[in-house]
Every structure is written in structure tokens, then in C-alpha cells.
């Protein structure tokens, strides 16, 4: 299809689903059980986990939100959509963004989870991010007219980048990234143009340097440790639970050791290149790992793996993939493996994927076949403090997270398309900054039934982990 034709088919959706339609939300009267949606969730997940879930996501409405993407993605199948599709993040919330390592050995920002990915109507992950930044400024205590400037600036940077990218050549809005220089550069003038404090500016600094730290080493240095004589990943329960405390003495390592070099096997021929480091490195062990807010309750092992010798380690995270929340509502996976759904999704969203991202189908200590994808535990990863966070800098991780998921949708959808719906004015961003600060107030009642669940015994919940 040429590109005026492309243009055409998003100014047509344009007149079928006006951006005002995209205004504020309302719960209809047959509106989901948000509690019952969670209980349901729980059904699969490892039954002695759940209650951290729960406790986790009780710490505020901002969890609690993290933790809500089935729930979200039942009120927006109810939402109107222009019609035009894209791959999905699934979960575009504030907290799935941050810094990590390139292929190429570069930082970038860009999405780092996409365990929900699916195609889908594109507005359903700005609504989602949009509507994250609004809870995290009540959260913060930020006042009215920050918050509106905050969830406003979402939707711009969005708009914006979008347009940039329907306007550029096919490559550069292939290749298009936000790097960690550019990034700084961004810090560097909002300070000048006094947007920014010297805190800030030392705090963006820091991360940057945190993040450079994260890697198999330092995970090596706080996971693994000597046990007569071999690496082993160290007991942290319930936390981090080693294999052999989680299945009958009938497990041997040389059982476990021939098992997973059969695995290893099988995964790497799911990775980009099978001229792979992978091959040179031998399994050492594994470990259970509680990952996450709206993860936890999820199979995800840690995998020990040594190089040349016992100072030369990888550490794998396998991590159980489901079926996409928004597959009920968007139709079902192309790909029968939900592993290879999650890296297709992550390969075409992300600027550039880890290396050692792949997918598997394993059967597991009980019995039953699951699927999972495998990526590095840690590599350059860094994120934003939501502790932390004051109102400028919010504003301009808004900007960040906007263009970004912008990068990734213009990718993984028609960019010329969304761009001629988009426009060149506000009307879209008032419109998701209004839905945002309704859904704020949805989730703030959702947050209150699931505590009061949980303060009735409906919901069995374990603090503090």
C-alpha cells in the first residue's frame, strides 16, 4: 500500500472513531470482579507464591496497578480503537521501562517486558502507560497541575515521535533508539533551561553508572557461592529455592546436568545465530526466583552457567510464559508456543534484544509441560527510583516513555497510519489525559476491594517479601 494510501487509512479511522471518543472512562454495570480476575490468575501460578503476589501488590495502588494487566485489558476490550493494529507491549506501565546493554554494547532505554505481547488496537498500551504515570503522581503526592502536565506530556511525546517516524525514511524509523548520551544530553538541558536540578541531574548520572554494574558478575557475586567445590546458587527461601530442595531424592546433579544439556540444546536453536557463546559454556545449576509484582506466582528459574572457568559465569533467567491477558480479548497467538510468542513480540518492539533471548518447552518437576523464554538475568540494567521521583523529572521520563513506545509501535505497526490519526494537535493527548484520570480513580477502587479482600480472608496475602 503506498503511503497516501496508508495516511488516508488513518484519517478515514479518524472520522469512524474521533479522538475525543477516546475521552474518560466508565465502569459498565457487568463490569469484571477485579478480585475474582486475580483469583482466576491464581489458578496456574505455584499456589505458595501467590500470597507474596498479593502481598506485593498491596504496598499501594501503584503495585497494585503492576499487577492488574488482566483487569485493565477486560475494561479496555470495552474502550473504542481506531481499528489500526500493532504488536502490543501488553503491559506498557511506567515500571516495564529502563535502561539495559545493546547487542552492539551500547545503552539504550527502551521496553523491557513483554510477557502480555500480542497484536492489538495500538491506543491500548498508550492508555495503559498514560494511565500509570497518573497513579504514580497521585502516589507521589504530586499536585493537580503537575499530574496533568505529567500524563499530558505522555501522550505528546508519543504523538510527536510518531509523526517524526511516519515522516522518516523507512531504515531510520527502523533503526530509530534512545541511547543513554542522548538521554543525558536531555537531562543536561532541562537543567539549563532550569526544568532540572543538580540532584536530578547527578540522580539520572548515577543510575546510568548503577546500571553499568549489573551484570553476570555482580549477579554472580550475590547468587552464587562455593558449595564442596562447585558453583551453586545460594538458598534465599521463599524467595530463591535451589532445584534440589524442590524436587525427591531420585534427582541426581548427573541426572539434572544431562537433562538440561538436552534443553540447552533444543533452546539454542531458537536464537538468532547458532554460531552462539552459549555453546561454550556448561551447566552448573538452578534455582527458583520470585520475579517482579504481577509476575510473582510464575515459574522463573535462574540458570548457572560457567565459561572458561569458576570466575567466567552467565547467569540465564527462564521465565514461564502463559497465554497473553489480552488474548481473550484480542484473539489468540499466531504462535503455539507462548514462549516464542513473548521473544517474536520483544525481537520485533525493542531497538536492539539480548543476544541470549530464546524460548523453550519444558516439562517440569511436576509433570506438566510449560512453556518459557530464556533471556540474561542482568545486563547494564537499570530502571527509575518511583520512591524518588519529583515532579520535572517525572515529566521527562513521561517524554522518554512516550517516544519510546512510539519507536516501538512504529515498528511493529503502520506508522503512517496512526500518525494521520494522531494529528498535529492535542485533541488525542486531552482525550487519554481525561481517560487517565478516570482509570486512576478505577484503580483506586479496585485497589480498595482487593485489600478489603484480603482483610475479609478472601485473599491470603504475605507482606514484606
Wanted: hydrophobic share 40%.
Amino acid at each position: 500500500m503506498s503511503f497516501e494510501l496508508r495516511a488516508e487509512t488513518g484519517k478515514n479511522a479518524r472520522i469512524a472513531v474521533p479522538r475525543a471518543a477516546h475521552a474518560g472512562w466508565s465502569a459498565s454495570p457487568d463490569r469484571a470482579d477485579p478480585v475474582a480476575l486475580l483469583e482466576e490468575q491464581a489458578g496456574t501460578r505455584v499456589p505458595e507464591l501467590v500470597p507474596i503476589r498479593y502481598g506485593r501488590m498491596m504496598v499501594s495502588p501503584l503495585t497494585f496497578y503492576r499487577g492488574a494487566a488482566l483487569i485493565m485489558a477486560s475494561d479496555l476490550s470495552h474502550t473504542p480503537n481506531s481499528g489500526i493494529t500493532v504488536q502490543l507491549c501488553g503491559d506498557a506501565h511506567l515500571s516495564n521501562f529502563g535502561l539495559f546493554a545493546s547487542a552492539e554494547r551500547s545503552m539504550i532505554f527502551d521496553i523491557n517486558d513483554f510477557d502480555e505481547t500480542l497484536p492489538g488496537p495500538w491506543e491500548w498500551d498508550v492508555k495503559r502507560l498514560a494511565a500509570s504515570f497518573e497513579i504514580t503522581s497521585r502516589y507521589r503526592g504530586f499536585s493537580d497541575a503537575d499530574r496533568t502536565a505529567i500524563t499530558l506530556e505522555v501522550t505528546r511525546a508519543y504523538r510527536e515521535q510518531m509523526r517524526k517516524s511516519a515522516e522518516s525514511g523507512v531504515m531510520k524509523a527502523w533503526y530509530d533508539r534512545l541511547d543513554v548520551s542522548q538521554l543525558e544530553g536531555w537531562v543536561r538541558s532541562a537543567r539549563q533551561a532550569k526544568e532540572a536540578s543538580k540532584k536530578q541531574v547527578k540522580r539520572t548520572t548515577d543510575v546510568v553508572a548503577k546500571a553499568r554494574t549489573k551484570d553476570s558478575m555482580t549477579a554472580f557475586s550475590k547468587l552464587v557461592g562455593l558449595v564442596d567445590g562447585h558453583l551453586r546458587i545460594l538458598a534465599s527461601a521463599p524467595l530463591i529455592v535451589p532445584i534440589e530442595d524442590l524436587v525427591d531424592d531420585t534427582h541426581t546433579r548427573e541426572v539434572d546436568e544431562e537433562a538440561m544439556k538436552a534443553l540447552i540444546a533444543a533452546y539454542q536453536t531458537t536464537l538468532i545465530s547458532q554460531n552462539h557463546p552459549i555453546r561454550e559454556y556448561s551447566y552448573r545449576h538452578m534455582a527458583r526466583k520470585v520475579v517482579g509484582v504481577g509476575s510473582v506466582g510464575t515459574r522463573a528459574w535462574i540458570l548457572l552457567f560457567q565459561g572458561r572457568n569458576q570466575q567466567d559465569p552467565l547467569i540465564l533467567q527462564a521465565k514461564e510464559a502463559n497465554e497473553s491477558v489480552l488474548a481473550r480479548f484480542v484473539g489468540a497467538s499466531a504462535y503455539e508456543n507462548q514462549g516464542e510468542r513473548v521473544v517474536r513480540g520483544q525481537r520485533l518492539m525493542q531497538s536492539s534484544s539480548d543476544i541470549f533471548l530464546g524460548w523453550q518447552r519444558v516439562t517440569g518437576i511436576d509433570g506438566a509441560e510449560r512453556d518459557f523464554y530464556v533471556r540474561q538475568l542482568h545486563d547494564w540494567k537499570g530502571s527509575v527510583d518511583v520512591e524518588t521521583l519529583r515532579a520535572s523529572g517525572a515529566k521527562l521520563y513521561a517524554k522518554m516513555c512516550g517516544e519510546t513506545l512510539a519507536r516501538a509501535h512504529a515498528r511493529a505497526g503502520d506508522r503512517v497510519a496512526i500518525a494521520a490519526y494522531l494529528g498535529a494537535s492535542d485533541r488525542f493527548d486531552q482525550a487519554i489525559a481525561a481517560f487517565a484520570t478516570d482509570y486512576a480513580d478505577q484503580n483506586q477502587r479496585d485497589y480498595d476491594a482487593f485489600v478489603a479482600a484480603v482483610e475479609s480472608g478472601r485473599l491470603y496475602a504475605t507482606p514484606g517479601l
